[in-house]
């Protein structure tokens, strides 16, 4: 059955530090890899998606993902994080029927002012 | 922009009682789903529908059920609410070669 793992469920920076929130999968074939975004008391929003084509995929607000194949990862990261970052986020990787996604159990992100 | 629409924000009903929650989007969306968000749990999906009338269990469908009789609207039914259905549940549409779009949630308590 397909997986996603999060590595961690709770990160901690501060304001300016890298990042990178790490995301891999366990299925063999063609996959199509999301993330998405929870800020404190809103709804799920798409970050970023892969589907095809370069593997280095840009999303919004500065957050960019690299589809590792030969690793099965799909790791999100981003150069400078902000307080206005802090969310929970979520990796998720699609079925091959129905768009179901299966997803990651989300990594909850905290940046220190 | 796609939206989802779910028509209660918060909702608190007693233990037993029946309920209803209403999820609604305006992009003519084959594919609709739902889920429940519990803290370290992520997100778990209840049931999806890829057409009106067609339904499919998810990884948690005990106690739930679901009706989509016209293409825009998909209700998930709690047919005798317990206090382990608290949870936050989230609504989803999405078409081929898009990403989901959610609903804002609602927050259910079972009393």
């Known amino acids: 059955a397909q997986s996603v793992s999060q590595h961690n469920h709770h990160v901690i920076l501060s304001e300016a530090a890298s990042l990178e929130l790490g995301c891999n999968y366990s299925y063999g074939g063609t996959v199509n890899l999301f993330w998405y975004v929870q800020y404190p008391g809103q709804h799920l929003q798409l970050l970023l998606k892969?589907?095809?084509?370069d593997p280095l995929v840009k999303g919004i607000k500065g957050f960019e993902a690299e589809f590792i194949k030969s690793k099965f990862s799909f790791n999100l990261r981003k150069p400078s994080v902000q307080w206005s970052d802090t969310a929970e986020y979520f990796c998720a990787v699609n079925a091959l029927r129905n768009y179901q996604l299966i997803w990651g159990a989300g990594t909850k992100l905290i940046i220190k002012p | 922009d796609v939206k989802v629409t779910q028509s209660s924000r918060y909702l608190v009903k007693r233990t037993g009682e029946k309920v209803f929650l209403e999820c609604v989007q305006d992009m003519d969306h084959e594919n609709m789903f739902w889920y429940r968000q519990d803290p370290g749990l992520g997100l778990r999906l209840i049931y999806f529908?890829?057409?009106?009338?067609?339904?499919e269990k998810g990884d948690i469908p005990e106690g739930y059920s679901v009706s989509r009789e016209k293409k825009e609207r998909f209700s998930l039914i709690l047919e005798s609410a317990s206090t382990n259905q608290t949870s936050m549940y989230l609504c989803a549409s999405t078409q081929p070669s898009y990403g989901y779009t959610f609903g804002s949630g609602t927050r259910l308590t079972v009393v």
């Open positions: 892969y589907f095809s084509g």
């Open positions: 529908s890829y057409d009106v009338k067609m339904k």
